[in-house]
Antibody
Framework: QITLKESGPTLVKPTQTLTLTCTFS??????????VGWIRQPPGKALEWLAF???????RYSPSLKSRLTISKGTSKNQVVLTMTNMDPADTATYYC???????????WGQGTLVPVSS | QSVLTQPPSVSAAPGQKVTISCSGS????????VSWYQQLPGTAPKLLIY???KRPSGIPDRFSGSKSGTSATLGITGLQTGDEADYYC???????????FGGGTKLTVL
């Protein structure tokens, strides 16, 4: 059974760096073909793809956010970390991590974590 | 503005059929697999269709997917009130080197 859960701060101030952790179970990020992605959703708005990391450490980023994003495997084998620098109120959103299967398809999602950005 | 274009809303009566379109380009839908997600209010998205027309285990065959050229379509038959949700298409964009989603379609079952 695959599960994922996001964790991070409950509030971020403008210009700060956001660090989110995705803790997962039921699969290994060392297995060929496996990936974990991050997707966000501002309140009342559409999904926005952010980044993903593959089992072989291949990483891809949204072109519009690439300069601010870093995705990496965590210190624990069952974690993926996403950092986003220079946070702005426009970055207020629910951030989801998800298990990526082939074809950029996400078959298991975490519950999401709401990150407000406010001074 | 989303790379993939979906109608903002669709509606139909219980028991009827509805289709939701997703329009893209040759760099995304035209040359990659398409997925569809259902997002019930206050919950995380759920995979409905992958690889254009495959259903994960547990998804009823009332849900179907198809693709023609640079457009994809989600079909839902035998509409139920529980199908009221936001629906998103998604795929890979080879030019951007990134994943992309549609703007979402709100389904109302009248």
């Amino acid at each position: 059974q695959i599960t994922l859960k996001e964790s991070g701060p409950t509030l971020v101030k403008p210009t700060q760096t956001l660090t989110l952790t995705c803790t997962f179970s039921g699969f290994s990020l060392s297995t060929s073909g496996v990936g974990v992605g991050w997707i966000r959703q501002p309140p009342g708005k559409a999904l926005e793809w952010l980044a993903f990391i593959y089992w072989d450490d291949d990483k891809r980023y949204s072109p519009s956010l690439k300069s601010r994003l870093t995705i990496s495997k965590g210190t624990s084998k069952n974690q993926v970390v996403l950092t986003m620098t220079n946070m702005d109120p426009a970055d207020t959103a629910t951030y989801y991590c998800a298990h990526r299967r082939g074809g950029d398809c996400y078959d298991y999602w975490g519950q999401g974590t709401l990150v407000p950005v406010s001074s | 503005q989303s790379v993939l274009t979906q109608p903002p809303s669709v509606s139909a009566a219980p028991g009827q059929k509805v289709t939701i379109s997703c329009s893209g380009s040759s760099s995304n839908i035209g040359n990659n697999f398409v997925s569809w997600y259902q997002q019930l209010p206050g919950t995380a998205p759920k995979l409905l269709i992958y690889d254009i027309n495959k259903r994960p285990s547990g998804i009823p065959d009332r849900f179907s997917g198809s693709k023609s050229g640079t457009s994809a379509t989600l079909g839902i038959t035998g509409l139920q009130t529980g199908d009221e949700a936001d629906y998103y298409c998604g795929t890979w964009d080879s030019s951007l080197g990134a994943g992309v989603f549609g703007g979402g379609t709100k389904l109302t079952v009248l």
